[in-house]
Structure formats: structure tokens, C-alpha cells
């Protein structure tokens, strides 16, 4: 049992600094509610309104490069159908007349993020970013605007999309940190099930079990040593 204690104590030691980590970690990330935390209770919601006819799809999806997907949806008080292929790509089309739609730009951009987020209007920088270098808070290689408002939230707006990729408000990149730390990985903040979260949890859940046994053995010898009550 002295030996038990003295590796228990050790044990403790080893980890003291990732138990701190995954608590510290946990209660940052609830800090809050998971809507605040992924800024959906940003996004405007629209009420729903029926969808005109449009000829496109169906002139679409007869072609020999069909879509795999198709969506259809109001967009700027204009019926826009987009087609999405296999390898990603994306082209959007007015129903109605199926011309194509332009690409979204720098104006574009700062419009869609006034309509569709609370707060959109107060924008204090716009900025493009191509696939192969997306920002690291999007987490996917597309190609996007990043349009950030006063108060640092960032509204991504796909280019060939016309939509709102994402939101990353201030916290989230704070919840982004933490999530990394709580799995050990802040590099690609992904990973979780890599030989270093999986060695200190092993190692935590001995840890556990040793103070168990120990806290149960030195309640037995309270119990043993406990002095016989006097006699008259």
C-alpha cells in the first residue's frame, strides 16, 4: 500500500498540468450557450415565402455534367439556382432567365452580411481569400470574403455561393483555443485520438482508480485502530 501511495503521488504529478488543462478548458467552453459560441444567434431569419417557378433545373439536371446537388432560394429578392458538382464547384443561375449569376465581390459581399446578420451594417474591414489560402477559423478550402464587423466577429460569404459559410465570433476563436487545448491539438484543433491524449487519459483513469483503492484501505485501518470504549 506505501508503494501504491508513493505511485499515486508521482502519478499525480505527471498529470497535474493536463488535468488543469481539460478543466480549465471544459468550463471555458460552457461557459456559454453553443449558439453564442457558433454566432447563429446572429443570422437573421427570414420569414418563408413560396418560391416562383423557375425553368433552369430542369434544363440542368438533363445536361450531361449534372450536379449533384441543386439549390434553390431567394436571393436578393431574385430566384437563384445553384448547381453543385462533384469536384465542389459551384455556378449559380437566375431561374427565371438562367443567365448566369456574377461572382460575388467586395459590395456584394458587405450586402449580404448587412441583410442576413444582426449587426451587419457596421463593418470594419473586407477581405478575400482564395481557396488555398483560407483563414484557419473557417476551417475549409473554399473561396471566401471575410467581411469583419466593429465588434470582430467574422462573417465568411462564399464567392461562388453567394452565402454565409460561417460565423466566428470573438469567443468562438476563444472556444476554438480552448477545444484545442481540452484535445491536445493546436495545430489542426481536430485530431482527437493521437497517442498523447490517449497516454494522459490511461494515465488519469490509473490515477483515479489508485486513489479509490487507497481512500477505501486507509478508511479500513481508521477502523482497526479505533481505541475500545472505557468500562465502569
Known amino acids: ?9 508521482w502519478l499525480g ?3 497535474a498540468v493536463p488535468l488543469l488543462f ?20 446572429l ?18 439536371i438533363e445536361g450531361e455534367d449534372r450536379p449533384v446537388e441543386m439549390r434553390t432560394r431567394m436571393q436578393n429578392n431574385s430566384v437563384v439556382t445553384s448547381a453543385i458538382y462533384a469536384d465542389g464547384k459551384i455556378e449559380r443561375y ?5 443567365e448566369r449569376v456574377p461572382e460575388i465581390d467586395m459590395a456584394a459581399a458587405r450586402t449580404i452580411v448587412a441583410m442576413e446578420i444582426e449587426g451587419g451594417d ?9 481557396a488555398e489560402h483560407a483563414p484557419f477559423d473557417l476551417r475549409r478550402p473554399i ?21 454565409i459559410e460561417a460565423v466566428r465570433t470573438r469567443f468562438w476563436r476563444v472556444f476554438d483555443f480552448f477545444w484545442g487545448l481540452h484535445i491536445m491539438d493546436l495545430q489542426e484543433r481536430e485530431d482527437t485520438h493521437h497517442p498523447l491524449l490517449v497516454a494522459f487519459t490511461v494515465l488519469a483513469v490509473l490515477m483515479t482508480l489508485m486513489g479509490a483503492v487507497l481512500m477505501f484501505r486507509r478508511r479500513k485501518a481508521r477502523v482497526k485502530t479505533r481505541p475500545a470504549p472505557e468500562t465502569a
Do not use: C, N
Open 1 to 9: 500500500m506505501r508503494l501504491l501511495a508513493k505511485l499515486h503521488i
Open 13 to 15: 504529478w505527471i498529470i
Open 22 to 41: 481539460w478543466t480549465v478548458s471544459g468550463l471555458v467552453m460552457v461557459a456559454k450557450p453553443i449558439e453564442e459560441v457558433r454566432g447563429t444567434h
Open 43 to 60: 443570422i437573421k431569419t427570414e420569414a418563408k415565402r413560396p418560391l416562383p417557378p423557375g425553368w433552369l433545373a430542369a434544363q440542368l
Open 94 to 98: 437566375f431561374a427565371r432567365s438562367g
Open 122 to 130: 457596421r463593418i470594419a474591414e473586407t477581405k478575400f481569400f482564395d
Open 143 to 163: 473561396p471566401v470574403w471575410q467581411v469583419t464587423l466593429e465588434d470582430g466577429t467574422h462573417v465568411y460569404v462564399g464567392r461562388d455561393s453567394g452565402q
